[in-house]
């Protein structure tokens, strides 16, 4: 009911940008308040790239994290580790932006000032050199994504039976290829907690505002300056000049909602079709010895 609350309210709200800008809407490349045109492709592709990003940085760290803490670490180290880690999802998202402000800019623009002329040729490294844009929020999202992932796919790995395990050690398996095993077995939960970090990622807001640089355009560029749907809200909600400037905010809001409902129906589909009873599994190979 909730759920169903929130979409009628979202499309009530948003009728008179719908109305006036169709599908239009969704393909059109200029968001200009001053002239009341209204277009969220540059907003939708700011949302979806830099979170894809911060999923490509953040997963393989949080899988390093789970499998650290439940297979490899001492039990005097595992505790502490634990607590660290989850006390990153604690930080408010204002301080994540505010640290993104004085240290992770300062040091995203040495990196681009230091970038070889070569390489700005490429189109993912071109532009000037400013701090704020993509790469910055990138690497503040994957910072952010870290401890729910990890935690997740941890909770998952302690969970996997003992007998995997020792059935792999008992085949002649290397400590690696046992955890391989586990991570094979736990496969399903691990694709739900990367899931996870990335519904967190697509609606991350206040951090991603103070570093993405919020310029609606669409590149591939890691340099340049973009923008979010979480963030225009954020930005121009409570200075909508007009109403069909406030019902273009709303919309945005809706085309938010209707992205991580499909998002979350394709992962969980996803994972019913690895879960599902009957389907054949092809297992990793074990090596040599086994």
């Known amino acids: 009911m909730i759920v169903g609350g929130i979409a009628y309210e979202l499309g009530r ?18 968001w200009d308040p001053v002239v009341s045109e209204f277009g969220g492709r540059p907003l939708i592709w700011g949302t979806l790239y830099s979170a894809v990003l911060a999923l490509l940085i953040s997963t393989p760290i949080a899988l390093g994290i789970a499998i650290f803490t439940s297979e490899l670490a001492p039990q005097w180290l595992r505790k502490p580790l634990v607590f660290l880690t989850e006390l990153l999802a604690a930080i408010p998202s204002i301080v994540y932006g505010l640290w993104g402000v004085f240290v992770l800019v300062p040091l995203v623009r040495q990196f681009e000032l230091n970038t070889p002329e070569w390489l700005k040729s490429v189109p993912l490294f071109t532009g000037p050199p400013l ?30 039976p003992q007998a995997q395990r020792e059935g792999a050690y008992a085949l002649g398996a290397t400590r690696w290829e046992a955890i391989r095993m586990a991570l094979f077995y736990a496969r399903t939960g691990v694709i739900g907690a990367i899931m996870l970090g990335f519904g967190r990622a697509l609606g991350e807001t206040m951090a991603v505002t103070m570093v993405i640089g919020n310029n609606a355009q669409i590149t591939t560029s890691l340099y340049a300056p973009q923008y979010t749907m979480a963030a225009v809200i954020a930005n121009e909600f409570a200075e909508a000049a007009d109403d069909i400037h406030l019902s273009a905010l709303v919309e945005i809001g809706l085309v938010l909602f209707v992205m991580t ?30």
Do not use: C, Y
């Open 13 to 30: 709200q948003s009728s008179l940008s719908i109305h006036k800008f169709g599908w239009q809407f969704w393909q059109t490349d200029v």
């Open 131 to 160: 701090g704020v844009g993509m790469l910055s929020a990138a690497m503040i999202l994957s910072i952010m994504v870290i401890p729910f992932t990890s935690s997740v796919a941890r909770e998952v790995m302690k969970v996997v």
């Open 261 to 290: 409902l499909i998002i979350n129906t394709l992962s969980r589909l996803l994972i019913w079709s690895m879960a599902r009873p009957g389907r054949p599994r092809r297992r990793p190979a074990l090596g040599k010895a086994a």
